[in-house]
């Protein structure tokens, strides 16, 4: 018996049907074969093929009796076929899922009996996203969401089909693989003849729009009258070079496209080529460098681009050139078996799987969004298995409907991770700690505020600070949020909290400090500092959620004060939430339409760049456990101003690394508000000394303290 792991590769056609998938599983498991045995099932459909046949890059498993129906012959049975062949084995294994197909729901069956099998799923889906949406009824949209929700690891062969991905939902990791081509086989052997040869190797569907390409043809054809066109498809794939070697111009005027194989064979064979910028083209395709757009559905442009081809042989050249270049550098099957060794290595040899529970996940702005994005994305550095369980995945759902189905995904996911990771102690701790408890992993829990509190003040009247609301009794949808939140807390193993001030907060809850661990959060500028430039006039950002703690409004309150002095200043409130029209109200009144704008949420890297354009950054707020804004503020070299509550003196020492106030005080924000607009030198101080504090709290430095606590 072999020592080898087993690759299991579910597809619904292999050998002798060609495709894409078909190619890109034969040129890597060839080429992984010394470190992988390949098992590959999917449907007969032709009785003269054996049913188990030895080919040079696996063993190929054929489920059916040889017709068009044993699609669903391998659907049926095709599960039962692989677990009779897992039986055998002692070995590690991991599921290659090609395309969301029949195939693929048989590998995700068999997930359900073996989550702790990585399941790897590759797209090559070519037919676009509104066939996904609507196809078979409905059936497509439903298959692909749970297939994605089955991946451990998602692998795209292009761009535009890992946006997809994420469209309906997959947060995991990721990466676009490329399908390749072999270069040997498609280097033009021959000699060239100056013709006017327009080949297309495509099937005659709807989506490879040859239709399009017929009717430029016939415009083509007048002027050029010896121009042939020839369309290519069901040949076997060996024979194919020969047809390409024998053309001058590669043609397909897709409506949608996965990513087209057949774009990067034909810049292999030496010839330039036409395509249209949708969907996978736009990976393989520069305009005028790599290749020629033409307009979707438009014979006449595709015409005119043909025709340039035809007449203008240095732009020719120019593209035969970079399109081998290439086709070199990213599409070389040699790369891209490599690229699939790791990931495969990856998913074997991991140290351990999270599951990371949270309420938001980007686009969404905010700490825990900021927070799960870095994990995501650095934790399988470390060989770390991350996927993400956002609750906006169920938040469509009416209330209380969302929590039960959040806690059957949490239930359903948690079976195949070692360790739960919740991000907050009640909306989304709370089913979170009942799967792990259920399912016996390991669960912890990141506290970055006090939730009965924040919906106290949103909802049940609450009016104290929270350091007051500790030690006070209130109605009971405020006791119930805080038994909740004590309850989750004390069910967990380990409890990480970004400042010194929360830890007191939730030990007050009853929690046992010793449980507790503070892990400050962190910020990795290196992807700004190259980019970020500050303007001439006065400008005043502030940043959050849209809640009354935050105390939004007394900055609106001082502006006119403030444009007494410095005329040209102006307020920038980045976020919302509840408050929002209350403040627009209190913009209008103050007549403040163009010194003050509320511009909502925005996506991270603009909030970055109005806090490099700052004069002034101001946080006014009642509460903060740690304050992400400060610290990217900080890093980028905004001066700040906050209040001298909570976690925010671990962050800020005042007049050095920046200025303390007290929440509300109208005079001191507004005097200090002037010192920074004013005073240089002093801006200089604070910003300088702030950087050099900011480079404590490195990315580095947290993940490595959260690694100690998961292993």
């Known amino acids: 018996m072999s020592e080898k792991p087993a690759v299991l590769v579910f597809t619904t056609a292999y050998f002798p049907f060609v495709g894409g998938a078909e190619v890109a599983i034969q040129e890597v498991a060839r080429r992984l074969k010394n470190e992988y045995d390949f098992f590959i099932f999917t449907s007969r459909m032709d009785g003269k093929l054996p049913a188990r046949e030895k080919r040079l890059e696996g063993l190929v498993i054929r489920i059916g009796f040889g017709n068009k129906f044993d699609k669903f012959w391998l659907l049926i049975f095709g599960w039962f076929v692989a677990w009779r062949e897992l039986r055998k084995w002692h070995r590690k294994i991991i599921f290659w899922v090609m395309d969301f197909s029949f195939g693929a729901a048989v590998a995700g069956f068999l997930k359900i009996f073996y989550p702790k099998i990585p399941l790897v799923f590759t797209i090559q889906y070519g037919y676009g996203d509104e066939r996904v949406k609507k196809g078979r009824g409905g059936l497509m949209n439903l298959a692909f969401r749970l297939i994605l929700s089955q991946a451990d690891y998602v692998t795209a062969i292009s761009n535009y089909l890992l946006n997809l991905c994420k469209q309906y939902g997959y947060i995991g990791e990721e990466a676009v693989i490329h399908n390749g081509v072999d270069l040997k086989k498609f280097t033009n052997q021959e ?87 949708v969907g996978g083209i736009l990976d393989i395709i520069e305009d005028g460098q790599t290749g020629l757009f033409a307009k979707v559905d438009d014979p ?58 949270t309420g938001i996940f980007p686009p969404d702005v905010g700490g825990p969004a900021t927070y799960s994005k870095i994990l995501l994305d650095e934790l399988p550095k470390e060989n770390f298995c991350a996927k993400v369980l956002s609750f906006g995945s169920v938040k469509y759902l009416p209330k209380g409907i969302s929590h039960i189905a959040y806690f059957l995904k949490a239930m359903r996911l948690g079976a195949r991770a070692d360790i739960i990771f919740a991000q907050d102690p009640v909306s989304v701790g709370l089913p979170a700690m009942l799967a792990a408890k259920i399912l016996r992993k390991k669960f912890i829990l990141k506290i970055v505020g006090d939730y009965a509190w924040e919906q106290g003040v949103q909802r049940f009247e609450v009016k104290e600070i929270l350091d007051d609301f500790l030690n006070k009794k209130y109605g009971i949808n405020v006791e119930v949020l805080r038994k909740i939140e004590k309850f989750v807390a ?50 005043i950002v502030s940043a959050g959620r849209l809640v009354p703690w935050k105390g939004f409004g007394t900055l609106i309150e001082i502006m006119p004060k403030i444009l007494r002095e410095v005329p040209d200043a102006k307020l920038i409130i980045i976020g919302d939430g509840p408050e929002r029209h209350k403040l627009k109200l209190q913009v209008a009144t103050w007549r403040l339409g163009r010194q003050v704008e509320l511009i909502g949420n925005l996506p991270h890297k603009k909030v970055l760049e109005y806090l490099a354009s700052a004069d002034a950054f101001i946080l006014n707020t009642a509460y903060e456990g740690f304050s992400h804004q400060i610290l990217e503020a900080m890093a980028i070299g905004a001066p700040v101003i906050t209040t001298n509550v909570c976690g925010n003196p671990e962050l800020v020492e005042n007049n050095v690394s920046g200025i303390l106030v007290e929440f509300n005080d109208k005079e001191a924000i507004k005097n200090s508000i002037l010192k920074l607009l004013k005073d240089e030198k002093l801006t200089q101080k604070l910003t300088s000394a702030a950087f050099q504090k900011s480079k404590q709290f490195s990315k580095e430095r947290m993940i490595n303290e959260t690694i100690k606590i998961l292993l």
């Open 490 to 539: 004390n069910h967990t193993e380990k409890i990480i909290v970004p400042s010194e001030y929360l830890k007191k907060v939730v030990s007050a809850w009853g929690v046992n400090p010793n449980k507790i661990k503070v892990i400050y959060n962190a910020f990795d500028f290196k992807d700004f500092e190259h980019t970020l430039r500050r303007p001439t006039s006065k400008l």
């Open 300 to 357: 006449q442009d595709l015409a005119e681009k043909i025709k340039i081809l035809l007449e203008d042989k240095k732009l020719v050249s120019q593209i035969i050139e970079n399109g081998r270049k290439i086709v070199e550098e990213r599409f070389s099957w040699d790369k891209i078996a490599a690229q699939y060794a790791e990931v495969f290595n990856s998913q074997l040899n991991t140290k351990k799987r999270i599951l990371i529970v």
């Open 191 to 277: 000699s060239r003849i100056g013709n006017h040869v327009i080949i297309s190797t495509s099937r005659r569907v709807y989506k490879n729009g040859l239709d399009i390409l017929e009717k430029a043809f016939e415009i083509i054809k007048k002027k050029f009258p010896d121009a042939e066109l020839k369309i290519v498809s069901d040949v076997p794939y060996d024979e194919l070079p020969k047809y390409l070697w024998k053309a001058s111009i590669f043609v397909r005027p897709s409506r949608s496209e996965g990513m087209g194989n057949a774009f990067i064979e034909a810049l292999a064979a030496g010839l330039p080529i036409i395509g249209t910028p």
